[in-house]
C-alpha cells in the first residue's frame, strides 16, 4: 500500500461519512487516515455487531466491510443490511482472494470486492464508483438567494458564477442549506465534518462560517447568540 502522507489533504468534493469494518488495528488506522484525507468523515469500527449497531443510527454513503469479522459474521451483517433494502454501497475487503470467495460476497450483495493488499489510490477509485452507483435518483439543486449548491455535480455558484470550496466548507454549506433558516447548533456542525474518535479543532466550525463568509457573501450565515448559525433570510 502506498504511504498515507503522500496524499493530497483538500479535494473539491462535499464531505462524506463512510463506516470502516476492519478488526486489524494497523490496517484500519491506516485505511481511516487515508481516507480522512481523501475529504472523508470515517467511523472505524472493529466488530460486526458494532458495524450493525452503526448502520441502524447513522447513514452512509459507503461501507468498506471487511470478510472476517469477530462478533456478528460480516457475510451476516451484509445479508441483514440487504434484507431491511438498506443499499448502501458495500466494498468488501479481504485476503480471501479464490473465485468462488468472489462470487460468494458479491451474491451475498457486496457492490465491490477487492483483495489484500491493495493500492490505496485503487480504493479511492473504487469507492467514488461504488458512490456513484448509488446514487440512483438525482439530487436537486439547493437555491438560497444568489446561491446555488449542486450536490451531484460538486459545485457552488454566486450569480451564476462557480465559487471554489474546500470538501468542509461545502460540507457545512450543504448542512445549512438542507435546514433552510432553521439554526445548527456548533455540535450538530461538528458532526457534519467529523468522524468517531477524530480529534475535533476547537475553532473548525467558526474558520469554516469565515470562509464562506469570505467567499459567498457576509450576510449569508447569521449567527444566532448561544445556539449556533443559519442562514439569513434571502433579500
Avoid at 470538501?167 to 455540535?187: D, K, N, P, Y
Wanted: net charge neutral; with cysteine.
Amino acid at each position: 500500500m502506498k504511504a498515507i502522507w503522500k496524499k493530497a489533504a483538500l479535494i473539491p468534493s462535499p464531505l462524506m461519512r463512510i463506516l470502516l469494518v476492519e478488526d486489524d488495528p494497523s490496517l484500519g488506522a491506516t485505511l481511516q487516515s487515508w481516507l480522512q484525507l481523501d475529504g472523508y468523515a470515517v467511523d472505524w469500527v472493529r466488530r460486526g455487531d458494532l458495524a450493525e449497531t452503526a448502520l441502524r443510527t447513522q447513514p452512509y454513503q459507503c461501507v468498506l466491510l471487511d470478510r472476517g469479522l469477530p462478533g456478528l459474521s460480516s457475510d451476516g451483517l451484509l445479508s441483514g443490511l440487504r434484507a431491511r433494502r438498506n443499499d448502501v454501497p458495500v466494498l468488501m475487503i479481504t485476503a480471501r482472494d479464490t473465485l468462488h470467495d468472489r462470487i460468494e460476497g458479491l451474491d451475498l450483495g457486496a457492490d465491490d470486492y477487492l483483495v489484500k493488499p491493495f493500492d490505496l489510490e485503487e480504493l479511492s477509485a473504487r469507492i467514488r464508483a461504488a458512490i456513484r452507483r448509488g446514487a440512483r435518483q438525482a439530487t436537486a439543486v439547493l437555491r438560497h438567494g444568489r446561491i446555488e449548491l449542486d450536490p451531484a455535480a460538486k459545485q457552488v455558484r454566486r450569480d451564476g458564477e462557480p465559487v471554489v470550496l474546500t470538501a468542509r466548507e461545502f460540507a457545512v454549506l450543504h448542512a445549512l442549506m438542507l435546514h433552510g433558516q432553521q439554526t445548527l447548533s456548533r455540535s450538530q456542525l461538528e458532526d457534519v465534518l467529523y468522524g468517531w474518535g477524530e480529534e475535533v479543532e476547537s475553532n473548525a466550525v467558526e474558520v469554516h462560517i469565515h470562509h464562506l463568509r469570505r467567499k459567498l457573501g457576509r450576510d449569508l450565515i447569521r449567527t444566532v447568540r448561544g445556539l449556533g448559525y443559519a442562514l439569513a433570510p434571502p433579500p
